[in-house]
């Protein structure tokens, strides 16, 4: 089992270019999610689909869409990307979302600028 | 502990020694608490987890221990190795505006040991 696969590690972006940041995962998980980790700062949810054909906005959704495309994969799309959008993504599933003990599992991240 | 900002806090320890690190959680209400590893270029990996109606949760070499009167995490690590050098999150399952509960991540510490 590959865990949580994120295409591509590393993007750099211009300002106003778009992109989509893929993510899939082999677990069978409901629910999967999508961070930002910035420097020296911890992960911040950005979308989260808590099962297929659902999302919902995290703490910072401005500038982002997601698509579920299905219950393995999950989009992050930038339509129009900033320099403030610099930072490392990580996306992550988990069983079901919405337990008490809902454990994460993350993918190896992307690393995007933008210039 | 817990920074805001670009520099994160550091530990740094002698192979062998112990490490306790500290993580002040938000919100009262969090009944679940994780501590993630972070390797640097790789995503957080899970380590260990407490619910709130215990107090001390132990695993291999590695310990939680829950104050919820002070609301303060803590991640004791035995005999540390350098294999244990990365950056160590909390993150306590927290519901949204939405209602539906997420885990929100603190900064982290970064954790050194000197051989």
């Known amino acids: 089992n590959a865990g949580v696969t994120q295409t591509p590690k590393f993007q750099v972006l211009k300002t106003g270019q778009s992109m989509t940041l893929q993510c899939a995962q082999d677990?069978?998980?409901?629910?999967m999610y999508w961070y930002r980790q910035d420097p020296g700062m911890g992960l911040r949810l950005i979308y989260y689909?808590?099962?297929?054909?659902?999302?919902d906005k995290g703490e910072v959704p401005n500038g982002y869409n997601v698509s579920r495309l299905n219950k393995r994969e999950f989009s992050l799309r930038l339509e129009s990307a900033a320099p403030s959008q610099t930072s490392v993504y990580f996306c992550a599933s988990t069983r079901r979302q919405g337990q008490t003990n809902e454990k994460l599992f993350f993918g190896s991240g992307t690393q995007l600028s933008v210039l | 502990g817990e920074s805001v900002g670009l520099h994160l806090p550091t530990l740094s320890v002698q192979e062998g020694d112990n490490s306790i690190i500290n993580c002040a959680y938000s919100n009262s209400a969090s009944d679940y608490f994780i501590w993630y590893k972070q390797e640097s270029g790789k995503g957080p990996q899970f380590i260990i987890d407490i619910r709130s109606n215990m107090d001390k949760r132990q695993g291999q070499r590695v310990t939680v221990l829950l104050n919820k009167t002070v609301k303060h995490l803590s991640l004791q690590i035995a005999a540390t190795q350098p294999g244990d050098s990365a950056v160590y999150f909390c993150?306590?399952?927290?519901?949204?505006?939405?209602?539906?509960?997420?885990?929100?991540f603190g900064s982290g510490t970064r954790l050194q040991v000197q051989p």
């Open positions: 689909s808590a099962s297929e054909g659902t999302t």
């Open positions: 677990m069978n998980h409901n629910s």
């Open positions: 993150a306590e399952n927290s519901r949204m505006d939405t209602g539906r509960r997420a885990l929100t």
